[in-house]
C-alpha cells in the first residue's frame, strides 16, 4: 500500500530546498525511514513546529518509488518538554538519537531498537543521572554485538590485575594484555551492573570520578563500533 500508516521517533532533520525538509524516522514497523515534509519551514505550517528531534509521532506516510517518502499527517503522541526545555538535557538526548541514527538501517523493521530509544528518551526525560546516557549506549553496543567482557581479561582469560579497556579486544585487559583506556576496578563493577541485572541500580549512582569514566568509556567504545567521531557528543564537549 502506498499510504501508511506508523509510529516513530524524529532522529534527525535536514532542510529542502526553501520550505521544505527531509525528516529522518526510527519507526515502529518499518525502520528508519526518510521522509519528505512539504513547506514545514513556512510560517503557518500545519505540523512543521511537531516534527523536531525526540519527537515521538503517530504518523502517515506516503511510499515514494524513491529514496524517500512523504509525511502525509502528524500526531502528537510525546514531545518530551523536559527534554527540549533543558540545553543540557536536550544534548544528552541528541546523543541517544544520533547513536541509534548509526545502527538502524533504511527501512529494516527493528522493533526492539525502536522501543529502545523510547525508553531512553522517557528515562532521560524523567531524571538526567550521571549514567543515563552511558547506560543507553552500552546497552545499544550490546544489543548490536558488541558486548564486552567485563569480568576478566578478554584475551588472556585471567580474572585478575584488569588495568584497562578496549572494546576491539573484547572488553577488559589485564596488565599483561593491556592497550586501549586505563579502567578502574570500579567502573568495570559499574558495567557489570548495566549489562547484567543491575541497572535500576546503577542508575541510582551519584555523579562521580567512576561516573565519569563509565560514561567515558562508553562514548569511546560506540564511537570505536561506529568507526566515527559523535556530533552530539563534541558539541555537548564545547558548550
Same mark, same amino acid.
Given at each position: 500500500?502506498?499510504?501508511?500508516?506508523?509510529?516513530?521517533?524524529?532522529?534527525?532533520?535536514?532542510?529542502?530546498?526553501?520550505?521544505?525538509?527531509?525528516?529522518?524516522?526510527?519507526?515502529?514497523?518499518?525502520?528508519?525511514?526518510?521522509?519528505?515534509?512539504?513547506?514545514?519551514?513556512?510560517?503557518?505550517?500545519?505540523?512543521?513546529?511537531?516534527?523536531?528531534?525526540?519527537?515521538?509521532?503517530?504518523?502517515?506516510?506516503?511510499?515514494?518509488?524513491?529514496?524517500?517518502?512523504?509525511?502525509?499527517?502528524?500526531?502528537?503522541?510525546?514531545?518530551?518538554?523536559?527534554?527540549?526545555?533543558?540545553?543540557?538535557?536536550?544534548?544528552?538526548?541528541?546523543?541517544?538519537?544520533?547513536? !541509534? /541514527?548509526?545502527?538502524? *538501517?533504511?527501512?529494516? $523493521? +527493528?522493533?526492539?531498537?525502536?522501543?529502545? @530509544?523510547?525508553? #531512553?528518551?522517557?528515562?532521560?526525560?524523567?531524571?538526567?543521572?550521571?549514567?543515563?546516557?552511558?547506560?543507553?549506549?552500552?546497552?545499544?553496543?550490546?544489543?548490536?554485538?558488541?558486548?564486552?567482557? !567485563? /569480568?576478566?581479561?578478554? *584475551?588472556?582469560?585471567? $580474572? +585478575?590485575?584488569?588495568?584497562?579497556?578496549? @572494546?576491539?579486544? #573484547?572488553?577488559?585487559?589485564?596488565?599483561?594484555?593491556?592497550?586501549?583506556?586505563?579502567?578502574?576496578?570500579?567502573?568495570?563493577?559499574?558495567?557489570?551492573?548495566?549489562?547484567?541485572?543491575?541497572?535500576?541500580?546503577?542508575?541510582?549512582?551519584?555523579?562521580?570520578?567512576?561516573?565519569?569514566?563509565?560514561?567515558? @568509556?562508553?562514548?569511546?567504545?560506540?564511537?570505536?563500533?561506529?568507526?566515527?567521531?559523535?556530533?552530539?557528543?563534541?558539541?555537548?564537549?564545547?558548550?
Amino acid at each position: 500500500m502506498p499510504l501508511y500508516r506508523d509510529h516513530g521517533i524524529v532522529l534527525r532533520t535536514y532542510k529542502l530546498g526553501e520550505a521544505d525538509r527531509i525528516i529522518s524516522f526510527i519507526t515502529r514497523d518499518h525502520g528508519k525511514v526518510r521522509a519528505v515534509a512539504k513547506g514545514v519551514r513556512k510560517t503557518g505550517s500545519r505540523f512543521g513546529a511537531r516534527l523536531e528531534p525526540t519527537a515521538h509521532l503517530s504518523l502517515q506516510l506516503f511510499e515514494g518509488r524513491g529514496e524517500l517518502e512523504t509525511v502525509t499527517q502528524v500526531e502528537t503522541v510525546d514531545r518530551f518538554p523536559t527534554l527540549r526545555g533543558d540545553y543540557e538535557r536536550y544534548g544528552h538526548a541528541t546523543v541517544l538519537l544520533e547513536a !541509534v /541514527d548509526q545502527f538502524s *538501517r533504511e527501512r529494516e $523493521p +527493528d522493533t526492539r531498537l525502536y522501543q529502545m @530509544l523510547l525508553g #531512553g528518551l522517557r528515562t532521560l526525560a524523567a531524571d538526567d543521572g550521571p549514567l543515563v546516557v552511558a547506560a543507553f549506549l552500552w546497552k545499544l553496543l550490546a544489543y548490536e554485538g558488541f558486548s564486552p567482557v !567485563v /569480568d576478566a581479561c578478554a *584475551r588472556c582469560g585471567t $580474572p +585478575d590485575d584488569l588495568v584497562s579497556f578496549e @572494546l576491539g579486544e #573484547g572488553g577488559a585487559l589485564c596488565r599483561s594484555c593491556r592497550r586501549g583506556v586505563r579502567v578502574s576496578p570500579e567502573a568495570l563493577g559499574v558495567l557489570a551492573l548495566i549489562l547484567g541485572g543491575g541497572l535500576n541500580q546503577a542508575l541510582a549512582l551519584e555523579p562521580s570520578s567512576v561516573t565519569v569514566e563509565v560514561d567515558h @568509556l562508553a562514548t569511546v567504545s560506540l564511537e570505536h563500533a561506529v568507526e566515527r567521531r559523535l556530533r552530539s557528543v563534541a558539541v555537548l564537549e564545547q558548550g
